[in-house]
Structure formats: structure tokens, C-alpha cells
């Protein structure tokens, strides 16, 4: 479904009558604990995927499947080919009353939007149909593509629209009250403060920055540099919480954001990048670094810390935001994760919701908590 990604398209997608939403993952636990968790997305799903519950719950195949069949015996779930259903009257509204329209999706061509689909798709297992289509970062592209999937008859949009959050073109707002089928933006908000006439979906950007600044102050750090070189609204809502907890949590006012002034707006940091943020961290004496937008790049920055005796997490400790790679870093990154999944699976039952039951009520803004994963990147402050 994503090998569209880099092309703009448009994908419709069947989904079989099973399944349930990723959540974050749970580890280790007890039968009972397993049982219960699963029982609880059953009924709030009405389904749930083996596969899904494997990846989020972080156990093998055998144990999830043994779980499941001591659920079915004990007449609460039905057995169908990849996973469960809730039996007869167990089954949530939701899934009695099974989605069988089309939604339109518009979001960009970035490898984070890849798992915000997955958990659409998630979403959707229980019925209905996804088109798919790709932007480039255009949003007068994308009008033309919301244009083309109103008129093709998707019951309702998901987008991901690029604007700023403090502006937007004269027409947006226009632009999006005017369409004929409910709205709801994911990991977007209506640009301009005040109150709000789309409903959205999207990270709590703000308390992941807060997470990480608060751990890394409660190791000694006080002096950081961060790295945030997006123009994104999600990049916006990181460095707002970067402000609110450095003044939130008494940091020194030496602290710097290093942005495409001094490392480029490009994809990919320019050559020379990686001394360049070495260099003010040890111009300035950071204990810390906080990288936002370009966790590949710390892999160079490692490399480069080391000849220069920062070395890490000793001399210098660093988190990331985003969690795609950083495991695999020597050492192992610690990294803010946002749940990709859930914001996607959240905002597709919002938008069902009001394709179901159009509603005058206030537009809901809904946020999802990130969450902090500590590796060996981090240590006291010496």
C-alpha cells in the first residue's frame, strides 16, 4: 500500500472484516494482564489482529494465540482468520454498525506518515475503504487532490495540510469550510490560535519536549543545544515545548537551537553539519543535545563526537525525537516515540464519527502523549 510514497497517487484499499488499532507497547506481562488488555480492545474495536497485538504487546505468536483461545472458551470471542471478534452481543456499537463508506487521505511524502496510515488502516479493518493519495509538501497540490477525492464521493477527509500554525494562506480557512464532506487534520491543527472550526488528531509534540528536557534535567543537565531544522507544524509544537521547558524547568539561558541557518533546510545535513553542532556544544560548554527531524544524522554525529573526546553518554548525552533508528545507534539512542499508530487509528474513528452523525457540537482537538524510551545515551551530567 506504501509503495506509492514518493508519487502522488491514488490507492484504493479493500480491508477484511478483522482487526483493531496498534497501541503502544505493553511488555512484559502477566496472562491475566494480556487477556485483559485484549478483551479491552475487542470492545472498544469489536475486533482485534493477531499481528497487531504481537508487535504492541511484544510477545510471540503461541502466546498471543493462546490467549485468544481461552477467550473464545470462555465464549467472549469468535476465532476468524488472522485474529478474534467479539461474539453476538459483546460487540461494541461501532462494530455492529460497521463502516462501509470511503475516506479520503491526503498526507505528505514522508516516511513518518507511513505508520500514520498503518494505524488508519488499522482503523479501517473493521470495514471501508481508503483512497490514498500523496502530497509533496504543495499545498495547492493538495487542494487538488482534496478537489479530486470530494468529487470522486469520499465520505470524509483525513489531511495533513501544509501550513504553518501560526499562518496560512487568505483562502485555507475558506478553503476547508466550504467543502461538503466533514474534515478532521492529523498532526495539524487550524493555523492562528483562537477556537477552531476542523477537528484534529496529533501528537502532544509539546509534552514529548517536556519529557525529554525533564529527564535530562533530572540527570544534572542544565546547558543543551538542540537540533530542530523543520518548517513543519509539528516541528513548531516541538520547539514550543523546548521554550516552555526550558523556562518551565530553569535551564541556562546559554542554551541554543541550532536551525537551516546554520545547518541547511535541505533533507539531509549539509556537509560539515555534524562539526558545526560539535562545535557550539563545545563553544558554549552542553552536557546535552536534543535532536529533532534528523535522527539519521546523529549516526554521522556519533562518529564524528568520538575523535573529539564527547564522547557519549559520558561527555555529551543525547535524545532524540522519533524512534525509527535510534535503537540501533552505538550506543543505542534514548528517543521521544511518538505513536504514529494511535493518531492515525484515533483520527479515523473520529472522522467516521462525524461522517455517521454530523454533529454542530465544538470540533474536537484531541492529542496523543508520546513517549520517552531511555537507552544508553544518557547519563548524570559530569
Request: charged share 25%; proline share 5%; net charge negative.
Amino acid at each position: 500500500m506504501l509503495a506509492a510514497f514518493g508519487a502522488t497517487v491514488i490507492d484504493t484499499v479493500r480491508r477484511p472484516m478483522m482487526g483493531s488499532p496498534a497501541q503502544p507497547k505493553e511488555g512484559n506481562m502477566l496472562a491475566a494482564e494480556r487477556r485483559a488488555l485484549i478483551l479491552d480492545r475487542a470492545q472498544h474495536d469489536g475486533a482485534v489482529r493477531i499481528a497487531s497485538l504481537v508487535n504492541d504487546i511484544g510477545v510471540s505468536h503461541v502466546t498471543i494465540r493462546r490467549d485468544l483461545d481461552a477467550l473464545v472458551a470462555e465464549r467472549i470471542l469468535d476465532k476468524v482468520r488472522g485474529g478474534a471478534v467479539l461474539r453476538g452481543d459483546h460487540a461494541p456499537r461501532q462494530a455492529r454498525e460497521t463502516f462501509t463508506g470511503t475516506i479520503g487521505v491526503v498526507v505528505p511524502t514522508s516516511y513518518y506518515y507511513r505508520y500514520v496510515v498503518e494505524g488508519i488502516d488499522d482503523a479501517l479493518a473493521l470495514g471501508g475503504d481508503m483512497k490514498l493519495v500523496i502530497s509533496e509538501y504543495d499545498l495547492e497540490e493538495e487542494y487538488r487532490l482534496v478537489d479530486e477525492l470530494v468529487r470522486e464521493g469520499v465520505d470524509g477527509l483525513l489531511w495533513v495540510p501544509t501550513v504553518s500554525e501560526r499562518e496560512a494562506p487568505a483562502e485555507f480557512r475558506e478553503t476547508v469550510e466550504r467543502l461538503q464532506v466533514p474534515v478532521v487534520f492529523v498532526e495539524r491543527e487550524m493555523p492562528g490560535g483562537g477556537l477552531g472550526s476542523v477537528s484534529s488528531v496529533r501528537s502532544a509534540h509539546e509534552r514529548g519536549a517536556l519529557g525529554a528536557l525533564s529527564h535530562l534535567h533530572d540527570l544534572g543537565h542544565r546547558r543543551l543545544v538542540m537540533v530542530s531544522r523543520g518548517s513543519s507544524q509539528s516541528s513548531e509544537f516541538v520547539r514550543r515545548g523546548w521554550r516552555d521547558a526550558m523556562g518551565r524547568l530553569g535551564m541556562d539561558e546559554e542554551s541554543v537551537i541550532l536551525g537551516p541557518d546554520e545547518l541547511g533546510a535541505g533533507p539531509r545535513w549539509e556537509r560539515g553539519s555534524a562539526d558545526v553542532v560539535l562545535d557550539t556544544v563545545e563553544r558554549i560548554g552542553a552536557t546535552a543535545l536534543f535532536c529533532h527531524g534528523d535522527e539519521n544524522s546523529l549516526f554521522g554525529l556519533l562518529q564524528s563526537a568520538r575523535p573529539r573526546g564527547l564522547a557519549v553518554p559520558e561527555r555529551l548525552s543525547i535524545v532524540a525525537y522519533d524512534d525509527d533508528v535510534s535503537a540501533h545507534a552505538d550506543p543505542p539512542i534514548s528517543a521521544v516515540a511518538p505513536d504514529r499508530r494511535r493518531v492515525g487509528a484515533l483520527a479515523t474513528r473520529l472522522l467516521i464519527d462525524l461522517i455517521r452523525e454530523p454533529s454542530a457540537e465544538p470540533p474536537l482537538q484531541i492529542q496523543v502523549e508520546p513517549r520517552l524510551v531511555l537507552r544508553a545515551s544518557t547519563a548524570q551530567a559530569s
